[in-house]
């Protein structure tokens, strides 16, 4: 299957500073590639949709002014937690779509955002 | 995209087959059947989908009942490595540009027991 990497893998920082996260698609171009969040013992819940060369979009209840989102090629798309809190800590995952017509989605292995 | 219903959890032994089973009554003629696992603190990964026929690959088969009304995903030897939550998700396979991200369910957490 496709290959899906997320740099860092795990990153604490304090309160009021920005983390920025990065989603590479390895041996496939993504047009498409989407961000999820996961808190303790919950599911994944979609943030956002990043599209190579045109603005995010963002699922109801989601900031875009603190999460930025930023898709410049074909296999990288990146995600700034801005101004992070504590209530910002989570596992944020990525996911780049096949592109066959079947639309299977590939995640990278996550990145644990621990805000102090 | 269509609702989904699996059990909350499942205990399987280790080398036995392990069937998971998915309802989505509500399922339209254009939606496929997803099937994800997540591994403890991993990303989800992509095990195997089907529309109306059943499917097998390398990590598990999908068996779709006739009237595409619920499905089972089957490991056929699971190891411990198997352990697991496993995600049934009902979509259309293309929206034509439109959002395509995944609904999450609750899943079925799955056990292997040695």
């Known amino acids: 299957g496709a290959v899906v990497s997320q740099h860092p893998s795990w990153v604490i920082c304090k309160s009021g500073t920005s983390v920025k996260i990065e989603c590479r698609s390895l041996?496939?171009?993504?047009?498409?590639m989407f961000w999820y969040r996961q808190f303790p013992k919950q599911s994944l819940m979609l943030m956002a949709t990043s599209n190579e060369g045109s603005k995010a979009t963002y699922e109801q209840g989601v900031e875009k002014d603190k999460f930025l989102i930023n898709h410049a090629s074909l296999t990288l798309s990146t995600l700034t937690v801005t101004s992070a809190h504590p209530e910002d800590s989570s596992f944020y995952i990525c996911?780049?779509?096949?592109?066959?017509?079947?639309?299977?989605?590939?995640f990278g292995p996550g990145t644990r955002l621990t805000v102090l | 995209d269509a609702k989904t219903t699996q059990p909350t959890s499942m205990d399987c032994a280790e080398g036995r087959a392990a069937n998971l089973p998915c309802n989505h009554s509500?399922?339209?003629?254009?939606?496929?059947v997803y099937w994800y696992r997540q591994i403890h603190s991993q990303g989800p990964q992509y095990i195997i989908h089907?529309?109306?026929n059943n499917e097998t690959n390398e990590m598990a088969s999908l068996i779709i009942t006739e009237d595409r009304k619920s499905s089972t995903l089957i490991l056929p030897h699971a190891t411990l490595r198997d352990t697991a939550v496993y995600y049934c998700i009902v979509r259309v396979a293309w929206s034509g540009g439109g959002a395509d991200g995944l609904t999450f369910g609750k899943g079925t957490h799955l056990i292997i027991q040695p």
């Open positions: 509500t399922i339209s003629g254009n939606e496929y």
């Open positions: 996911s780049a779509r096949s592109g066959s017509r079947y639309n299977e989605q590939f």
């Open positions: 041996d496939f171009q993504a047009t498409t």
């Open positions: 089907g529309l109306k």
